[in-house]
């Protein structure tokens, strides 16, 4: 009997460290689990863009700098697009100096160019008054704790639904002309239709919200 007690015993400690052994390390590392809470967290790569000036170009893409200074690859497939204003041009007019912006998946400093719009060489001072605002990422340096315009009522951190294609690419264009610098890597759809886009790579604002008509209304 107390063999048997002793048998059973062992098997049960025994499934408990191998439950523990596939545990921890996922634990660990995050997987399975939302980032900070988040649920609109996500794993892969989503819609999302960035603004900048051309450094580099080569036969796979080029290479950007944000006004913020963000360095991003831009990587180009036979899909990509290519306009300047309203008309379409070739992969081959986008050269170095070259302000553009750029919209498509989005992984880390990494895009995958759906989109790639030259910018006018000289906006005549008409950029807004809210690019002046952006805080640019310093190592060690607490993010601005500051809120201008209106947030939803109703938002909280994480709240929403990742959204893709012609809604994400619209919402991330508003949000980088009113606040070039970062690089947006996710645009999610809140509860009453507006959208929280999320910008990395700046210490303010990391959250920019736009409207239903697709301009930002506030950012924090």
């Keep these: 009997m107390f063999i048997r ?28 689990m939302p980032h900070s809470g988040e649920s609109n967290a996500r794993s892969g790569s989503a819609t999302g863009g960035v603004a900048g000036t051309v450094d580099s170009v080569s036969t796979s893409g080029f290479a950007i700098s944000t006004s913020a200074g963000q360095k991003v690859t831009i990587k180009e497939e036979t899909s990509t697009a290519y306009r300047k204003g309203t ?13 553009v912006l750029v919209l498509g998946m989005v992984s880390g400093p990494t895009i995958t160019a759906s989109q790639v719009i030259v910018q006018p060489a000289d906006r005549g001072g008409s950029a807004p008054s809210s690019a002046a605002e952006v805080v640019p990422f310093q190592r060690g340096a607490p993010s601005a704790a500051k809120q201008v315009g209106q947030v ?14 012609t809604v994400a690419n619209k919402a991330t ?29 700046v210490n303010w604002p990391h959250h920019i919200f736009v409207n239903h008509d697709f301009k930002v209304a506030g950012a924090n």
């Design 5 to 32: 007690r002793l048998a059973s015993s062992i098997a049960i400690l025994a499934t408990a460290i191998a439950v523990c052994a596939v545990a921890f390390p996922a634990a660990m590392s995050g997987q399975g």
């Design 87 to 99: 008309n379409s041009i070739s992969a081959s007019a986008i050269a170095k100096g070259d302000g």
């Design 152 to 165: 939803p009522a109703n938002y909280s951190q994480g709240s929403g639904t990742i959204v893709s294609g």
């Design 173 to 201: 264009e508003a949000a980088l002309v009113a606040y070039p610098g970062g690089i947006v890597d996710r645009v999610v759809e809140l509860t009453d239709g507006e959208y929280e886009v999320h910008n990395i790579g």
